[in-house]
């Protein structure tokens, strides 16, 4: 480790393979504008929801370890 605390990095993360280049350089990974535009840009409630729970799914997939 770089830090004795954890370092976050999140700057126009937007994608699993954004999210899996920072994550290699980084303790955690941070999405806030993407995730807000695909909440925005749902039609409904349960659409925004299954949208961000995609969203959220693909970014925490791509930081998981490879087999």
């Not at 004795?4 to 999405?31: I, L, N, Q, T, W």
């Not at 949208?51 to 930081?63: E, Q």
């Amino acid at each position: 480790a770089v830090s004795p605390v954890p370092v976050m990095a999140g700057f126009g993360v937007s994608s699993p393979e954004m999210a899996r280049m920072v994550g290699s350089h980084a303790d955690g990974v941070v999405v806030g504008s993407k995730l807000i535009e695909t909440i925005a840009n749902a039609p409904d409630e349960t659409s925004a929801l299954t949208a961000a729970t995609d969203l959220v799914g693909s970014l925490a997939g791509a930081l998981q370890p490879t087999k």
